[in-house]
């Protein structure tokens, strides 16, 4: 009997191990069913980004090409082996970002520069497509009201001030190159740090902090009437929609995709965010307008 | 061990003293959010678990919430009630959100604790002439400590590892490195807030299995610490090759 009982455990826990085994084993970025000639498009867990991957979804596929959608994988940790491997083939990066990941000490900051860097950075095997006019970057941003009080059009114009300044953002803010430290060195202006995770514009309109870390194409900085700082000692990286891509595919797509870019401009991007965000449409509808009104599909 | 030598390096390294959050004040922080959590989990869910078990009444329907109310992700809870309670009143929401998490165990301690109290003896006070409270207050309570101390115990080790998540929020805890180190991919600042984090566990841990021993009313077997009771039984039973 306690033989039978024993061996009956030893069965369930091999089977628990083997189930185990046989989830580490398995990629959760394997498509799987993927045919070979299909084109894989990734887009990460944001909602202005798998707009862009699924114009470039429906753009390929009105030109015939056969198209997986891979959307969401989280990011830049999460899907950059996936692209580098080449189980996805085209992604929407942007290009101060991405230049960061692969060399954290880069020092261009005008989107000719950042580009141009950005192709020396990549590595064998991925390469980027035209880059976009449109931008979506980290931006300084403050109240209109908190604006107009103090005369701020710049980020330079910080530094005059005699209210005790408090910057939020992220909790990386706090160490990225454009962060408190940077604003020092560049600007001479002094800011205490706050981490404000995902609720940085709630906490600007409340107050909490008076600068604010926001996306440049946020729909926010218009519905909650933000003003952007300008950045003129180029503090940010540019940062344009960039499409990455895998090097044996870029030939194929280029011309399907750089009139993509071409097209999207930086107001194009905040009004289709706008879409997602007050609209609450799907990304599929947006990118099929998009491409209807641009004549691209 | 180069990676732990690399977080031991990050904690012990004097940049731990400047920046948003220096070190001491996010032990503090991480160490005063858990007090916090547990202390008004306590006085709401005691109170509570002793009229439960004393009288018998709203077993299940307590059973039924403190389960029901495990099953609420921690996380998504702090994201909620910062929305909903404003921005500028975050610390209410983190600390709402703990305790909420810290109200089943310290509940389920007490009313088990004062149920768990043989009929006997509940009986006997009564036959000396006690008055239900004076029952309460002079037999089940006491009897009831080790059991009620173990549900503190596990409650205190749950939230000090859920206010990690107050980093999400604000400038709190050892949380916030992990967030932070999570993004800049500064593995030994991750490995080394959460050495820390297990550091605490570990110390509040050994506090309480102490004061579980300490409370344990003189002469009474029945009450000991559930971990130390079979041993103690299993030493009582006659030997079966000497029988």
Known sequence: ?297 | MNVFADAVAWIFSPDRLTGALPLPEAIWTHLAFTFVAVLIAAAVAIPAGWAIGHTGRGREIAVALSGAARAVPSFGLVLLLVLVLGVTHKVAASVTAFVLLAIPPILAGAYAGVEAVERRVVDGARSVGMTGRQVLFKAEVPLGLPLLIGGLRSATLQVVATVTLAGYVGNWGLGFYIVQGIQIRDFSQILGAALLIVVLAVVLDALFAILQRVVVPRGVAAGRAPDDAPARRRRRLPDPTTA
């Open chain 1, 1 to 297: 009997m306690r033989t039978t009982r024993r061996s009956a455990l030893v069965a369930t826990a091999a089977t628990a191990v083997l189930a185990l085994g046989a989830c580490s084993g398995s990629d959760p970025l394997d498509g799987g069913s993927a045919s070979s000639d299909a084109i894989v498009v990734g887009s990460q867990a944001y909602y202005s980004n798998e707009i862009i991957a699924e114009i470039y979804a429906q753009a390929l596929e009105a030109e015939g090409f056969t198209v997986e959608r891979n959307f969401s994988i989280g990011q830049r940790d999460a899907y950059m082996p996936a692209l580098e491997d080449g189980e996805v083939q085209l992604f929407p990066e942007y290009t101060g970002n991405l230049l960061q990941f692969f060399d954290p000490d880069a020092t261009a900051t005008s989107p000719e520069d950042v580009y141009a860097a950005l192709q020396e950075a990549l590595p064998d095997g991925l390469t980027v497509l035209d880059q976009s006019s449109a931008t979506d970057q980290d931006s300084y941003n403050v109240t209109e009201s908190f604006a107009t009080e103090n005369d701020l059009t710049s980020i330079a114009d910080l530094a005059d001030l005699d209210v005790p300044l408090t910057l939020g953002g992220p909790a990386e803010l706090e160490q990225r190159p454009y962060g408190p430290q940077g604003l020092k060195d560049v600007y001479g202006v002094d800011v205490s740090f706050v981490a404000t995770g995902d609720t940085t514009v709630q906490d600007l309109v409340a107050g909490t902090v008076n600068v604010a870390n926001v996306f440049s194409a946020d729909p926010r900085i218009q519905t909650e009437n933000l003003v952007t700082l300008e950045d003129p000692e180029g503090l940010f990286l540019a940062s344009n929609v960039v499409p990455l891509v895998n090097a044996d595919l870029a030939d194929e797509i280029a011309d399907v995709i750089n009139p993509v870019s071409a097209a999207l401009t930086p107001e194009g991007l905040v009004a289709l965010n706008v879409q997602s965000t007050e609209e609450q449409r799907s990304s599929a509808d947006i990118a099929a307008d998009w491409l209807a009104e641009n004549g691209l599909a």
